[in-house]
Antibody
């Protein structure tokens, strides 16, 4: 059973860089039927897609965050990572990693990590 | 960006009720729509993809319909474990976008 697990600091200071890693267990991140992505959810609010990456390294970012976001993949460690620079309190959220699986011509988020709360505060 | 609008934003219903949630896209997205269920403090769970296909292991009391711009999620007979927030999401084009959510509460 494939599982995703987010890890990283739970507290980041304003203006600094948020860094999270998603470890994939029970399966290969290099499977061509999957994209890997990050989604966040501010406390009490809805879901926001941050970006996605393919095992080859191709990336897609939300334009609203693109100038501050980098998503990378390390196939040797079977994990992918998120960095978000120049954070503010508005970046406080639960951050989820998720898999987009291919089902015919449809690619949708079929598996989610448990999420990790990141608080931006001095 | 494609805006996804859900209605209602919340509803109260009783066990056994049939519940319908609507999701409207600001432009046509064919059938590239998924639905998720989220309970407090938990990650979202996949329910439906391709507007009407059930994700593996999801009970048949959940159903989805629609194409183009208008979509619905129906729960045929609401059970206690179904009280949660439901989100739609389009994957037709980047950026991927979610609806604002519909909270289903106990009447």
């Amino acid at each position: 059973q494939l599982q995703l697990q987010e890890s990283g600091p739970g507290l980041v200071k304003p203006s600094e860089t948020l860094s999270l890693t998603c470890s994939v267990s029970g399966g290969s991140i290099s499977n061509s039927n999957y994209y890997w992505g990050w989604i966040r959810q501010p406390p009490g609010k809805g879901l926001e897609w941050i970006g996605s990456i393919y095992y080859s390294g191709s990336t897609y970012y939300n334009p609203s965050l693109k100038s501050r976001v980098t998503i990378s993949v390390d196939t040797s460690k079977n994990q992918f990572s998120l960095t978000l620079s120049s954070v503010t309190a508005a970046d406080t959220a639960v951050y989820y990693c998720a898999r987009r699986g291919r089902y015919g011509s449809h690619w949708y988020f079929d598996l989610w990590g448990r999420g990790t709360l990141v608080t931006v505060s001095s | 960006d494609i805006q996804m609008t859900q209605s209602p934003s919340s509803l109260s219903a009783s066990v056994g009720d049939r519940v319908t949630i609507t999701c409207r896209a600001s432009q046509g997205i064919s059938s590239s729509l998924a639905w998720f269920q989220q309970k407090p403090g938990k990650a979202p769970k996949s329910l439906i993809y391709a507007a009407s296909s059930l994700h593996s292991g999801v009970p048949s009391k959940f159903s989805g319909s629609g194409s183009g711009t208008d979509f619905t999620l129906t729960i045929s007979s609401l059970q206690p474990e179904d009280f949660a927030t439901y989100y739609c999401q389009q994957y037709y084009i980047y950026p991927l976008t979610f609806g604002g959510g519909t909270k289903v509460e106990i009447k």
